[in-house]
């Protein structure tokens, strides 16, 4: 799924390493490196935002919006670039 689209960022910075990302990820996209969660299945992300939704620490960011209009097919949705 995630052809075309760009992956979600990682601010090293903020990391803690706790692994929350990692655990919660439903396409397991993610694993914990020495740095950090790097997205080693990038193909596997489904954008469902929960890794940054779960992160204590603000480290991983969506470089866009995903605004879905509540059709029955989410995958449809249309997905705004953030600035």
Known sequence: MASGLLLP???EGLCT???RCVA????QAITLGE????FVN???CTYCGECEAIC???AIILPYT???DGSP???KASRQVNS
């Not at 919660?24 to 396409?27: E, G, R, T, V």
């Not at 740095?35 to 790097?38: Q, V």
């Open 42 to 44: 990038p193909e596997a």
């Open 56 to 58: 204590p620490t603000g």
């Open 73 to 75: 097919d989410p995958s």
């Open 24 to 27: 919660l990820c439903p396409s």
């Open 17 to 19: 390493h706790c692994g």
């Open 66 to 68: 995903i605004e879905w």
């Open 35 to 38: 740095t950090g969660p790097e």
């Open 9 to 11: 960022t990682v601010v």
